[in-house]
């Protein structure tokens, strides 16, 4: 069994035009958002069409066959479809997640541990405000942030814990199935070093952009990255 993990960041948000961290604020969807979470579903609907042929293809049903990835005899013949959209509790993860599940008639499931993390006093802050008014502590939480936490804000670790945990979660529930999982980009950049087995100090090596695309595969307990911070063609931002 092949589960499939659509990875995605929300889009654009209102206000989003200077770089600041909103973590829980609850910040709306722009127009310019709407159409590029459009994009990431039509992207995510014309990727099942094909996934099923990608996985018999794949050099790893033969690598698998015989372990806990088990067989894939038969995989091409099914019409694959997403059996759930989970979501964070912040209205622009919600809104993204119900754009994405209209065309599959599906309802999404909202996750709390998907959640951005706290950013403490720094919410609502432009990385210009914060650089300014707090050099130092800035400049700690960039080079190690798994080390060093925003003032106030939670610490990697925390954030780590409650993120995996939803993560393996929906796994768990949907063994073999396509599942879409819309959340942001701290959270994806976690899930994402988790699944590669990369330090938690790196993830500033991970770009999430708006309505980014990243497809998941975890045959049996293997985990493959097969598509990293896709952007759809969603026209400029």
């Not at 959640?115 to 960039?142: C, D, H, Q, V």
């Not at 990369?198 to 293997?222: C, M, S, T």
Request: net charge neutral.
């Amino acid at each position: 069994m092949v589960t499939t993990l659509y990875l995605i960041r929300h889009g654009s948000i209102e206000g989003g035009g200077a770089k600041r961290y909103n973590g829980g604020i609850d910040v709306p969807l722009s127009a310019t958002g709407v159409r590029q979470i459009e994009a990431a579903a039509a992207f995510v609907k014309a990727h099942l069409g094909n996934s099923a042929f990608s996985r018999h293809m794949s050099y790893l049903k033969d690598i698998q066959a015989d372990g806990e990835g088990g067989t894939l005899e038969g995989e091409k013949e099914k019409a694959p479809a997403l059996s759930a959209v989970y979501c964070s509790d912040l209205s622009r993860a919600i809104r993204s997640a119900e754009i994405i599940a209209a065309p599959f008639r599906l309802k999404p499931v909202v996750a709390s541990g998907l959640r951005e993390r706290s950013f403490g006093i720094w919410e609502g802050m432009t990385f210009a405000e914060i650089k300014e008014n707090y050099p130092l502590e800035f400049g700690l939480w960039s080079r190690n942030p798994l080390k060093y936490s925003p003032p106030q804000g939670e610490n990697t670790g925390d954030v780590r814990d409650r993120a995996i945990d939803a993560f393996n979660g929906i796994v768990k529930n949907h063994e073999g199935d396509y599942v879409t999982v819309v959340a942001h980009g701290g959270i994806n950049r976690i899930i994402l070093c988790h699944v590669l087995g990369a330090p938690l100090e790196h993830i500033f090596r991970i770009e999430q952009d708006y309505a980014a695309v990243n497809i998941i595969e975890l045959w049996g307990k293997y985990p493959v990255v097969k598509l990293l911070n896709g952007r759809p063609d969603f026209g400029p931002l």
